[in-house]
């Protein structure tokens, strides 16, 4: 098994896609997807599952498991549960997969809208980038604001502005997102 | 290490916008990106092996029996607990 971050990601895609389960791989991930570049140790990725889908967390666990990542089947009913994270860490490296089910409308959102885009070969589906930049606004960190940055600069022709200023204002981000767009002047 | 950790998004409420300087970086590696014809997915690929490959040295050099599995727990730890610092510490601000 490769432990690079390449054959993690590859592994953690090629399981995704396995399981025949809907997901969505939204965050910083998506942000280098974008251009942004940065470091990340982990890939956060949304799925839509209910605890009480035992079938399908069984698969998903079996995907997971077939390509040497660590999984208990009471962790995730519990983390779906309690609306939490299930971390999924490889066994080969200190790489993560943060998984979490449909939460909150902006979760149901970017799994809704999500693109299907090639990574190293490999079919895979990502957030949209407008809905990744509506939910790095709600968040705001440092890191968060600077992907956004590099989002607009560098997928610009990608977004749909109309859109992001409809979910902006809906998500009340609107002023945070206008100040972000007047400092870069376009 | 437990298996099951917790993350949690904070928001934060007000918005630090970047500086100009640091706008100006950022546009300067997406001009470099391109100019260079590289790839972003790669570039944090190589930056994620890079940190991980630094790690392990330093482990090894202070316990120089330590197993592979032993020194990405460690690894593992370290990450976690700066992700729960940065966190706490944006929430913060």
Known sequence: MENSFEGFVKRAISSLNESDIDYVIIGGFAAIIYSRSRMTMDIDVIINIKPAESGKIKKLMASFERKEFDILESEVIASLNEKSYISVFDKNSPFRIDIKSIYTELDRIALKNKRQLRIFDLETWIEDPCDLIIAKLIYGSQQDIEDIVAVLLDAKEELNFEYLYIRAKEEKVHEKLQKLIDKLRF | ?93
Do not use: G
Request: some cysteine; hydrophobic content about 40%; charged content about 40%.
């Open chain 2, 1 to 93: 290490m437990s298996k099951k950790f917790f993350k949690r998004r904070y928001i934060v409420k007000s918005m630090n916008l970047p500086s100009e300087h640091r706008i100006k970086q950022i546009k300067e590696d997406l001009r470099r990106i391109k100019e260079m014809n590289a790839d972003p997915v790669k570039i944090a690929c190589e930056l994620a092996d890079f940190f991980v490959k630094i790690h392990l040295e330093q482990i090894r050099k202070k316990q120089p029996d330590i197993t592979k599995e032993e020194a990405i727990d460690i690894i593992r730890k370290r990450l976690v607990k700066r992700e729960l610092q940065w966190k706490t510490l944006s929430k913060d601000l």
